[in-house]
């Protein structure tokens, strides 16, 4: 019987479930506009949230160990260096209503 050239499934290659879990991970970033700013928008969960930060929402401080939102400007003037270093964590709630 001749041999079969498609890669198994649990073959060597790893390199593709690799990217696929990156793909996956770069999903959960999204765009969202509010009041006419475009901004980059990423869920933070419980399990990756190390440190405390403040809301800029509310004043109050994100605890570690709590799901929260970054956000930073999607159409920034300075650039995407720029508005990744301004990015801010907020509680999720305030993140909505505000």
């Given amino acids: 019987m001749p ?9 060597r290659d790893n390199d593709r479930g690799e990217s696929d879990l990156s793909a996956l991970l770069n999903g959960w970033k999204r765009t969202e506009v509010k009041r006419g700013v475009a901004w980059w928008v990423q869920p933070v969960s419980s399990s990756q949230s190390v440190k405390e930060y403040v809301c800029p929402g509310c004043g109050r401080t994100v ?30 709630h305030c993140w909505r209503i505000g």
């Fill in 63 to 92: 605890d570690a160990g709590v799901a929260h939102i970054v956000a930073w400007r999607a159409d920034g003037p300075l650039g995407d260096a720029a508005d990744l270093a301004s990015r801010r964590h907020w509680h999720t």
């Fill in 3 to 11: 041999r079969s050239k498609r890669p198994r499934r649990g073959g």
